[in-house]
Structure formats: structure tokens, C-alpha cells
């Protein structure tokens, strides 16, 4: 070895001049923040309270399944701050952002401090294919399905599905899997586990007593699984679309991990709104800590992001045929790039 190179997987690409100008953005506003809350929590507290009228009046089911739709949209919304708080950047306090945190989490039926963990997990090895496993959406290689058995191969078709993976595995992914820690779980992330799944239950014995059992799961029910079904489109569509970027964990860019590994998924400004800007993921993955309400102004301020490709709604339904990384050809590809099923 050359005196004083570098091994290759010690090596840093140093970031960009520009990099610096966006640390700017990762100042909490409280104000912002408040006003977030407010146009957020009260609306969908109000839809709750209207859906249960309309279930205790025995009108058509069918009107109170319209009106979980704004009310899924308002907790997609709501997960974003919970999400936020896991990165510690929604309120400058981090009490503050602990408090809002587990109230959010309980929203959306999902432990605080367990899935920080395996959040920040997944920021530590999004593009890396030596570190793929906690955080993320299953993905295997060309070579991996390959040389997998059938029954994991059939696993695999079963969870790439678009109707499976937005319908059963988000089912049971916010239903099931997140009333138990994670395996990465540490004493902390147990007890958020616990408290979670004590203030869930704590929430459904109080309705039975009120409002009624029945009513309350009609009315909560049809809300998460829209929420997380749009929830799970999301995070797919975040690091699963063409022109994505993964690497072993030898020749891992940060950067690229961010502005390549990491979609820009352009949305109407309606839409915009209800998922908290989170479709400027390249900017979240490049600076974590900066809070939803910032996420635009930077994009606004810094050309080097408005660079990066946009990815459309059209365009994005075509990520749902693209289920294996071929590694020889740096690129996502469909089942039919794969050996037949055998």
C-alpha cells in the first residue's frame, strides 16, 4: 500500500461547499411547530368526534368510511411529527419532542422509542447492501433470489405485491408486529413498547365505556388501515424506485445514499401538505435534523437539490414492477430479469 492512502472502506468523500449553507434549516421553530399541531391534532380529533356521531345515528356505513379518508390523511400527517420527534428536530426541547412523540406514537399505534431505534438504524445503512435487514423494505439481489429456496422465493413474490404489501403487511405490521419490540430493543425501546400498548388498551376500555367498543373500532379502524397503507406506499416509494442508488458497504457515498439513494417524490401541494414534505427525502436523508416545516425553504434556497430528478406519481407506479437490485447492472429490475421459479 501506497505510505499514507487510505484503505477503501475508510475513505470520505468530503461534502459539497453548499452542504454547509443547509445546516441552517435544522433550526426547530416552536411557533411552526405549535401551528403544525394545531391545524393537525384539533382537525382530526373533530373528524373522530363527527365519525361517531354518524355511527351512533346508524347512518350508511359507507359515509362514515368517506369521512375516514381526510382523517387517514391528518394521521399520515401526524405520524410526520411523530417522525420528526424521533429525529429530535421538531421542537428544540427535547422533552418536548419526547412528550409529542409517544402522544403521536399512540395515535398511530407505534412505540416511541423502539421505532427511533430502528429508524435510526435504517438512516445508518439505507443504500448499503452489506446492511440491509432493519428499517427498511425487504429487497434482495438478482444473485440472492437465485440462489434462494422456493419457499423464501415465494415469500418474497408474496411480500413485493403491491396488494399484499400495502393491505396484510401493513395490517400487520402496525397491528401486530409493533405491539412486540423489535430485535434490536433495548430496555428503553421495550417500555415505549409497553406504554403503547397499555395507552391502546387503556383508550379501547375507555370507549367501551363511553362511546361504545363496537363503534369505537368502526370508526378507528377503516383510519389506520388507510393511513398505513399510505404510509407504507411511502417509505416504499422512498428507496424503491428506478435510478436508485445502493452500493456495498465498501464503496458506500453518503452523499449519493442521500441525493441518489433517496427519492424526490413530487406531489400536488394538497398532498404535499397531508405528508409533511417528506417527499423531499433526498433533503431529510442528507440533514435528518431538519424539521418538516423547513424541508421546502431548503429546497427553495439550494439549486444542487432542485437537481435531483423528480419522481411523479406516474412515474412512481412503475417502482411497483421493479422488485430485485442487479448488482451488475446498478439497477432495480422486475421479476422477469430473474431466473423462473422453480
Known amino acids: 500500500m501506497i505510505s499514507g492512502a487510505k484503505p477503501r472502506a475508510a475513505q470520505k468523500r468530503a461534502m459539497p461547499a453548499w452542504y454547509q449553507s443547509t445546516a441552517v434549516y435544522m433550526k426547530a421553530d416552536g411557533r411552526k411547530a405549535a401551528w403544525q399541531c394545531a391545524n393537525t391534532f ?12 354518524v ?47 409517544y402522544i403521536a406514537g399512540i395515535l398511530t399505534f407505534t412505540p416511541f422509542d423502539d421505532w427511533r431505534r430502528t ?41 413485493r405485491n403491491p396488494f399484499f404489501l400495502l393491505g396484510p403487511v401493513s395490517v400487520t405490521l402496525v397491528l401486530v408486529m409493533q405491539r412486540f419490540p423489535s430485535s434490536v430493543a433495548r430496555k428503553k425501546e421495550i417500555l415505549s413498547v409497553l406504554v403503547t400498548n397499555g395507552a391502546i388498551f387503556a383508550i379501547g376500555a375507555l370507549a367501551a365505556v363511553t362511546v361504545g367498543l363496537k363503534e369505537y373500532i368502526l370508526v378507528q379502524l377503516p383510519i389506520l388501515l388507510i393511513a398505513w397503507a399510505g404510509g407504507m406506499w411511502l417509505f416504499y416509494i422512498q428507496h424503491q424506485f428506478q435510478g436508485v442508488y445502493w452500493a456495498r458497504h465498501e464503496d458506500i457515498d453518503r452523499l449519493k445514499v442521500a441525493l441518489q439513494g433517496s427519492s424526490y417524490y413530487k406531489l ?75
Open 42 to 53: 384539533v382537525p382530526y380529533v373533530a373528524l373522530l368526534a363527527v365519525m361517531l356521531f
Open 119 to 159: 429508524h435510526g438504524i435504517h438512516h445508518s445503512t439505507a443504500g448499503d447492501l452489506d446492511r440491509r435487514g432493519v428499517g427498511d423494505v425487504w429487497t434482495l439481489t438478482v444473485q440472492e433470489y437465485h440462489r434462494a429456496p422456493r419457499w423464501k422465493k415465494l415469500a418474497y413474490r408474496f411480500f
Open 268 to 342: 400536488p401541494r394538497f398532498l404535499q401538505w397531508f405528508t409533511g414534505n417528506i417527499g423531499l427525502h433526498h433533503i431529510h436523508h442528507l440533514r435528518p435534523r431538519i424539521p418538516n416545516y423547513n424541508l421546502q425553504q431548503c429546497f427553495d434556497n439550494t439549486p444542487p437539490l432542485q437537481a435531483v430528478r423528480p419522481l411523479t406519481i406516474r412515474g412512481s407506479l412503475k417502482s411497483l414492477r421493479m422488485n430485485l437490485w442487479d448488482e451488475e447492472r446498478q439497477k432495480l429490475v422486475g421479476f422477469r430479469a430473474a431466473p423462473p421459479l422453480r
Open 55 to 101: 355511527v351512533h345515528q346508524g347512518a350508511p356505513y359507507w359515509t362514515v368510511l368517506a369521512l375516514a379518508v381526510p382523517a387517514a390523511a391528518l394521521l399520515v400527517r401526524i405520524f410526520i411529527f411523530f417522525h420528526d420527534c424521533c429525529h429530535n428536530s421538531f421542537f428544540a426541547s427535547s422533552r418536548a419532542n419526547t412528550v409529542l412523540g
